[in-house]
């Protein structure tokens, strides 16, 4: 083996990035991208709300379809990514009366999850549902109709894509907490019920300066004793710049406990960066001050950070 793909998969896993429609014109960057060492893609905005029914009714799936292409000429599978969040949402969903959420929620996840059935192995049909205390979000959709939402989503999603594994993806919920025990009792309560739901996505955007997630395999593993998947979905270790040589040790041990929690757990079924390069991170705009989180430099050349993932796979 030699890639990170062929590393994973000799373990049962997948390996794959993120990406997004503007880096695809960069030729350098597909040639990494899809040279071998990804065996999965998720596009980090084409299927989002915003870009998929900007106006209610009218839906538009070129950039996502854009990235299930190059996947599929690559033999890479794709994380649909995401039916239902509170961000990157049209301004026409937050304006609508409440008495008309559910119905829009319901179409637009029909009408996308049937698009791209068969194209992708699973879906984060809900985003990001919890605040870091483990209340839930009162969002659009919380305020029109509760909880139940989640379930409604769900459910949409598995009669329009029986075939796709449903997921709930959030972040903070990698170590033990308040967040994680809301998570934890909100996926006990859908699966007692029936309701369909495959698994856990475990976004992992961590930080050198914060201390590494506290029993990350244990937490992990509560999930899949649920008899749920879990997947770390959105995997990246920002820094305080300058990047300095303790802060790389810091990072890389924080990559390695990552790698080393999903392989102890065997429902922990693949690893996605949050895309593979320093280049195209959402890092630098998003939290300004702050960078250097991935293992391919802003040259698309290979940090020490790399080897220290090969290592822990
Ligand atoms: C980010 C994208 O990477 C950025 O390009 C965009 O501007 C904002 O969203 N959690 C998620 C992802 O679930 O969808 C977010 O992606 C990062 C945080």
Redesign the pocket.
Known sequence: ASTLAQYAEAKGRYFGS?T?NPELTDAPYVAILTGGEFDQLTP??SM?WDTTEPTQGQFSYTKGDAVVTLAQQHNMSIRG??LV?H??LPGWVSSLPTGQVQAAMENHITNEATHYKGKVFAW?VV??PFNDDGTYRTDVFYNAMGVGYIADALRTAHAADPGAKLYI?D?NIEGSGAKADAMYSLVSSLKSQGVPIDGVGI?G?LATQYGFPGNMQQNLQRFADLGLDVAI??LDVRMPLPETAAQDATQATYYTNVVKACLAVSRCVGITI??YTDKYS?VP??FPGQGAPLPWDANLAKKPLYDTIVAAL
């Open positions: 993120a997004d980090g905005n989002k990514h995401n969040w961000n990157q984060d985003n990001e993806n972040y976004q955007h979905t959105e949050w895309d959402w705009s998003t």
